[in-house]
């Protein structure tokens, strides 16, 4: 199966700084990849994707960079605000045989701090 | 309003008696699917299905129940559960895998 490992697990930046997140899958059949935000008390959201025929992509000051040789894939978020302060998941969905299963990474804590 | 539903909001039962936690879309969403959450543990996937009478094991499966009678419906049944299922449970749909999922508001059971 899937396994998908996430670091760091918390992060603190200063406002106005960069935030990275690092995550890497084992199987090399996962095709889509998708990161989750989710606030305090709140449920997760979607806020970027990312397909395996495509090696970034870019939102606002959201962008994700996919490697498929070393499978790794990085969320960066520029010019950090304190309303970015939550919890970050990646995932990555394996094609099983009939199936499709998503498998998340263990979360990271980003603080913003200004 | 599109949205995914989950009751109860939040549970406190005790070990063996039987429960259902109801998940109800009104997106018409082929994929559905439950997670549960747990510190330092992230989202789990328990099961998924990709359409009416499909379902599959997710990551943990063990102890829990599925159906998928009807598009919009997907319960998750705890037949005898157990302290070891205390957690953040959610539900989510989306139009396909490859798509936004939509979660649903969580539902936070306590097993005694």
């Known amino acids: 199966g899937e396994n998908v490992e996430q670091h760091p697990s918390t992060l603190s930046v200063q406002e106005g700084d960069s935030a990275v997140i690092k995550c890497t899958y084992s199987?090399?059949?996962?095709?889509?990849f998708p990161w989750y935000k989710q606030e305090l008390g709140k449920r997760p959201q979607l806020i970027i994707d990312i397909r395996s025929n495509v090696g970034e992509k870019k939102d606002q000051r959201i962008a994700v960079t996919l490697n498929k040789t070393a499978k790794h894939f990085s969320l960066h978020i520029t010019e950090t605000q304190p309303e970015d302060s939550a919890v970050y998941f990646c995932a990555a969905l394996l094609l099983t045989g009939g199936g499709n299963k998503l498998t998340f990474g263990t979360g990271t804590q980003l603080k913003v701090e200004l | 309003e599109a949205q995914v539903t989950q009751n109860p909001r939040y549970l406190i039962t005790v070990t063996g008696k039987k429960l259902t936690v109801t998940c109800s879309q009104n997106m018409n969403h082929e994929y559905m699917s439950w997670y549960r959450q747990d510190p330092g543990l992230g989202l789990r996937q328990i099961y998924y299905s990709m359409n009416v009478e499909v379902t599959d094991k997710g990551d943990v499966p063990e102890g829990y129940k599925v159906s998928r009678k009807e598009k919009r419906n997907f319960p998750l049944i705890l037949e005898s559960p157990s302290p070891n299922q205390t957690s953040l449970y959610f539900c989510a749909s989306s139009p396909d895998t490859h798509n936004e999922q939509f979660f649903g508001p969580g539902t936070r059971l306590t097993v005694l």
């Open positions: 199987d090399s059949a996962s095709n889509y």
